[in-house]
Structures are given as structure tokens and as C-alpha cells.
């Protein structure tokens, strides 16, 4: 990438380009495995934010998270998926984000991750800014400064 395409990327805000957080499904911490799993199939995500009972975000629960916890030693067994609680298979060790950051910090904190949370000041879930809405907005610039001068 050129100086001027770095610098545009600094200069874009993730405000401008995330979900927010009322667009975007969740699970809840005491939330059953069943109740992820159903929200995770009916979204046709593979991995939702979780948040506490005061909405603030504590970490991420995906599909196969949940099926390696039911995974037995010759079967699923599905009976446990209303027995185990969310915050017990969640994953709270991932990168979060802030309105304030730029799109570059996006595209670095998006690597390993499909999405990244973004969080307030006080942690309370934000939304989410996706690969996908970053590669939009790329091709977005792009085509301005390539195809409109």
C-alpha cells in the first residue's frame, strides 16, 4: 500500500464503519449452551458476542466451541447443551476496539479474528466491526480515488 492509502485507513474511524451493538445478536453469560447454539443457527453466524447481565461484553462463543464441549467419547451427547452454562465454554481472551480507533487498527485486530467487539470506555458492549464491512469500505475508497478522479 501507498503512504496516501496507509494514511487513509488512519484517518477512517471504525464509528463510521461498525454494527451496533442493537444490530447485532448476543448470548448472555448464564445463558444455557442450548439457548447459543439456537441463536448461533438462527443467525447462521458462527460466533456471537457475550455480554453480562449489564450488557457489558465478556467475551465470544462460536459453533464449535459449543460442539467440542458436547462431544462425547462415541457421540454428541445434546442432553448436556441445556446443562452447561455460557460463560463456561466462552472464550474471554480476544481483542476489542473502540470507536476511537482507526480502520488500520481494524484490519490488524481482524487477522485472526472474523470480527472484533468493540467495547465503550466502561466496556459495555458497542457492536462489532466484521472483515467484511472493512473490506467494503475499502473497495469503497479504492474506487473513489482510482475510478473517480
Known amino acids: 500500500m501507498s503512504a496516501t492509502q496507509d494514511k487513509q485507513l488512519i484517518d477512517i474511524k471504525i464509528s463510521e464503519v461498525l454494527i ?3 444490530k447485532v445478536a448476543h448470548v448472555q453469560l448464564n445463558n444455557p449452551l ?3 447454539l439456537l441463536v448461533l ?3 447462521g453466524y458462527t460466533a456471537v458476542p457475550v455480554l453480562d447481565a449489564t450488557y457489558k461484553f465478556a467475551g465470544i462463543i462460536g459453533k464449535t466451541a ?3 464441549e458436547v462431544l462425547g467419547i462415541e457421540s454428541f451427547e445434546m442432553e448436556r447443551l441445556s446443562e452447561i452454562k455460557v460463560m463456561e465454554v466462552m472464550t474471554s481472551d480476544v481483542p476489542t476496539l ?3 480507533n ?9 487477522i485472526d479474528h ?3 467487539c468493540l467495547v465503550d470506555a466502561d466496556g459495555y458492549f458497542d457492536g462489532i466491526l466484521t472483515r467484511r464491512a472493512i473490506l467494503k469500505q475499502i473497495k469503497k475508497d479504492t474506487y473513489m480515488n482510482v475510478y473517480k478522479k
Not at 482507526?102 to 481482524?110: F, K, T, Y
Open 20 to 22: 451496533p451493538a442493537e
Open 34 to 36: 442450548e439457548h447459543a
Open 41 to 43: 443457527m438462527k443467525s
Open 66 to 68: 459449543i460442539l467440542n
Open 98 to 100: 473502540t470507536r476511537e
Open 102 to 110: 482507526n480502520l488500520l487498527d481494524g484490519i490488524n485486530a481482524s
Open 114 to 116: 472474523p470480527f472484533v
